[in-house]
């Protein structure tokens, strides 16, 4: 069992950043796909970022390409999200998820994500 756990999380203004961290259970975090994907009210989960076993091809969004930033440590089991020049669109609760099914690119689609962490609150005001 995979177990992710958010932090990092909070309230700021537009223009400022935060840096996201996903803390992970298991064994074989290296070998896991990294994602990360927002929810804000009333609408669907959307895909934000991804990131290989390795770190290596990173996959972002249109909508957040160029201010975030996805990366991981394996050695630590640990991923990360640094968001800069935040809008108050990115205002969601964001989550961390994994897939360690041995997919080796980084996918975009939420069913591929067997693991998935609690969330944690992003707020950002005008």
């Known amino acids: 069992q995979v177990q992710l756990v958010e932090s990092g999380g909070g309230l700021v203004q537009a223009g400022d950043s935060l840096r996201l961290s996903c803390a992970a259970s298991?064994?074989?975090?290296?070998?896991?796909?990294v994602g990360w994907f927002r929810q804000a009210p009333g609408k669907e989960r959307e895909f934000v970022a991804a990131i290989s076993q390795n770190g290596h091809m990173p996959t972002y969004a249109d909508s957040v390409k160029g201010r975030f930033t996805i990366s991981r440590d394996n050695a630590k089991n640990m991923g990360y999200l640094q968001m800069n020049s935040l809008k108050p669109e990115d205002t969601a609760v964001y989550y961390c998820?994994?897939?360690?099914?041995?997919?080796?690119?980084?996918?975009?689609?939420?069913?591929?994500?067997?693991?998935w962490g609690q969330g944690t609150q992003v707020t950002v005001s005008s």
């Open positions: 298991g064994r074989t975090f290296n070998r896991y796909i």
């Open positions: 998820a994994a897939d360690a099914s041995g997919r080796v690119l980084p996918t975009t689609r939420r069913d591929d994500y067997g693991y």
